[in-house]
């Protein structure tokens, strides 16, 4: 079974090291300022040229409480008109986009993330769909992969019907936890009560999928309130849950600092969480996708996996990663043929570059050849568990065993190790590995030994 998972305290130990989560390879630390708006625009062309399907992120910043363990890029107000401002520049950044691509290309995903995309009002957010729909091939039977990230205290009923009018058919909720110590010590008061109704109300609109958030590692946990959090999540029956590692990195994210680092739990308490976690959840019929991923065995993500079509993308494990993927939004990242390319993450700066009619690409990266055989090998790895060694050699012209010589005594003592099964013809993660496959895709990153590892979160 692609889900079998074997814990081995000992591996784990060894071989969970600080590492990429491997949503892109290149990662976006090596993004330059050398890669700018000339780059995309001849990205897109080809996109056009070639009528590539086409996958939207939608980043709205704005949160009207902070979260301490949040790193995402956001701004923190009590003050909704911040918003007009933003989604005029961001209307803007539609506008100049869609006009360098051809309206036959079919909008397969679409995804709104933030901050907290429900800040905005409902007149803002019909405005904004329907600017989109003007400018971009928006699918109208239901057919699309369109989602959007909920905070339960930021939605209703109302809410969740007027989402579903504009057609959004799968919900990804935060909730971390549900212990209210947990929940004071990272600012996040969020009932059991909140979370059910709204999904509850996704089901009865007859959303197709609901994801919950799971954070382990946060102040105040301990094995045994996480087991109880997981026990009620799983009461809920979501599709999809993501259970994440709390990496506390208050020296980059500022509001990580109000979290007293006494309060966090030691690494063999995170580690029983972890091991807890999926024991449940496994018990529970989820499947384990990869990279903190599970899902019920009938979910998209986990029959993509079964045939060999799961991909990996700055979404997460994504069944759209043929699409050419349009970021718009302040810090949004685009993944378009070979480019890579990413806005400017200051709001005042996105906004200023777009009132003068200018896109917001601040850097990037564009993909050599080594570069695209190494995404080429990490993907399978990360999303199938295992590498046939001919179907890259066919893709990319090499001998592989060859090309790789220098990995190889790392593959060979990862074989002994029990990571992984490594023979003439191909690499399988073995179920001791699994948890550890960003470990194993770290040896084909060729850019790992000139970064700081203390910019990326631990395996575990």
Wanted: aromatic residues 8%.
């Amino acid at each position: 079974m692609l889900d079998a998972i074997r814990w081995d305290t000992d591996l784990i130990r060894r071989y969970d090291l600080s590492g990429p989560r491997y949503t892109s390879y290149p990662t976006a630390v090596q993004f330059t300022s050398q890669v700018g708006t000339f780059d995309l625009f001849h990205a897109l062309r080809d996109s056009r040229k070639a009528l590539r399907p086409l996958s939207l992120y939608v980043h709205v910043p704005f949160c009207a409480n902070i979260c301490y363990y949040c790193a995402c890029n956001k701004v923190i107000t009590k003050d909704r008109g911040r918003a007009l401002p933003y989604l005029q520049r961001l209307e803007q950044e539609i506008q100049l986009i869609a006009c360098h691509l051809d309206p036959a290309q079919k909008v397969e995903q679409l995804h709104f993330g933030g901050g907290t995309p429900t800040f905005l009002s409902h007149d803002e957010l019909r405005q904004l769909m329907a600017h989109l729909r003007k400018h971009f091939n928006l699918l109208d039977d239901d057919s699309g992969d369109y989602g959007i990230e909920i905070d339960p205290r930021e939605a209703d009923w109302s809410t969740m019907g007027l989402l579903r009018e504009l057609g959004f058919n799968r919900v990804s909720i935060g909730l971390q936890d549900l212990d209210p110590a947990v929940q004071r010590a990272v600012n996040r008061l969020q009932s059991l009560e909140e979370t059910r109704a709204v999904i509850d109300a996704a089901r009865t609109l007859q959303f197709r999928s609901i994801n919950i958030d799971l954070i382990y590692g946060l102040p105040r946990q301990t094995p045994e309130n996480f087991a109880r959090t997981v026990e009620e999540v799983i009461n809920l029956q979501p599709d999809r849950l993501s259970v994440f590692n709390y990496a506390h990195l208050p020296e980059r994210f500022m509001p990580q600092r109000r979290i007293n680092s006494a309060d966090l739990p030691s690494p063999a308490q995170k580690l029983e969480m972890l091991q807890t976690t999926i024991e449940q959840l496994t018990q529970a019929g989820y499947r384990y996708i990869g990279m903190d991923h599970f899902a019920l065995p009938d979910d998209e993500l986990a029959i993509a996996q079964e045939e060999s079509t799961l991909q990996r993308n700055f979404q997460g494990y994504t069944t759209h990663g043929h699409c050419d993927l349009v970021g718009l939004g302040v810090s949004a990242i685009s993944q378009i043929g070979d480019l890579y390319c990413q806005n400017t993450s200051d709001l005042n700066l996105y906004q200023n570059t777009l009132a003068s009619a200018q896109l917001a690409t601040n850097r990037g990266l564009l993909c050599n050849a080594d570069d695209r055989l190494r995404r080429a090998v990490i993907q399978q790895l990360i999303c199938g568990f295992s590498l046939e060694f001919a179907s890259i050699e066919q893709a990319f012209n090499i001998d592989f065993r060859g090309y790789f010589s220098e990995l190889w005594p790392q593959l060979q003592e990862m074989a002994n190790d029990g990571l992984i099964e490594l023979d003439g013809e191909r690499i399988s993660v073995l179920p001791a590995g699994r948890l550890l496959v960003r470990s194993v895709c770290m040896v084909f990153d060729a850019y790992l030994e000139q970064q700081n590892r203390q910019r990326f979160s631990r395996v575990i």
